[in-house]
C-alpha cells in the first residue's frame, strides 16, 4: 500500500470513528492532502481541489481542514504575520521555511525523542523547523538583500 493510501485510510477510520459523513467534496480534500508534498494554505488547498471537484464550496475546504487539524490529523503551520499552511506529514521531518517568502520544504530524517517515564506526557508527532532563505529567494537577493535576523524581529 502506498504511503498516499495508508494516509487516506487513517484519515477515514478517524473520520468515520467521529461519525464524520463522507462527502465526494470532502474525499476530494483529503486526497489532495494525502498526495501533497507541500505545506498548502487554505486557499491553495481550495484551488487545487475546485480543479479536481468543481462543485467543492470554499467552506467545506476550510471545515475539513478545521476538522483534520481538531482531530489532530494535519497541523496548522502558523506564521507571524498570519499566514496559515497545513502539515499533513506527521512522520518525523524537519521543515525548511524560508524567511523570504514562506515556503516550507521538508527534509526525511530519522530521529525520535525519548522522554522521561516520569513525565505524563505521550508525544503525538515531532516537528522541527529550520529557518533560512530558499534557492530562488537566494536568487532575487541579488537585487534586493534579506534584512538581519534582528532587523525582521523590530520590523515585526
Request: proline share 6%; glycine share 4%.
Amino acid at each position: 500500500m502506498s504511503r498516499v493510501e495508508e494516509r487516506l485510510q487513517r484519515w477515514r477510520q478517524v473520520l468515520a470513528t467521529h461519525g464524520v459523513r463522507m462527502t465526494p467534496q470532502r474525499e476530494a480534500v483529503l486526497h489532495y492532502l494525502a498526495e501533497t508534498r507541500t505545506h498548502p494554505t487554505a486557499a491553495e488547498v481550495y484551488a487545487a481541489v475546485k480543479r479536481r471537484a468543481p462543485r467543492v464550496s470554499r467552506a467545506t475546504v476550510y471545515n475539513t481542514l478545521n476538522l483534520l487539524a481538531r482531530l489532530g490529523l494535519i497541523v496548522e503551520l502558523r506564521r507571524q504575520e498570519g499566514a496559515v499552511r497545513y502539515e499533513t506529514n506527521l512522520d518525523p521531518h524537519v521543515n525548511l521555511i524560508c524567511l523570504r517568502c514562506g515556503q516550507v520544504f521538508d527534509v526525511e530524517t530519522s530521529f525520535s525523542l525519548s522522554l522521561p517515564d516520569h513525565l505524563p506526557f505521550m508525544v503525538h508527532h515531532v516537528r522541527v523547523d529550520a529557518y533560512g532563505v530558499c534557492a530562488r529567494c537566494r536568487h532575487a537577493m541579488s537585487s534586493s538583500p534579506m534584512p538581519s535576523p534582528s532587523e525582521e524581529v523590530k520590523s515585526s
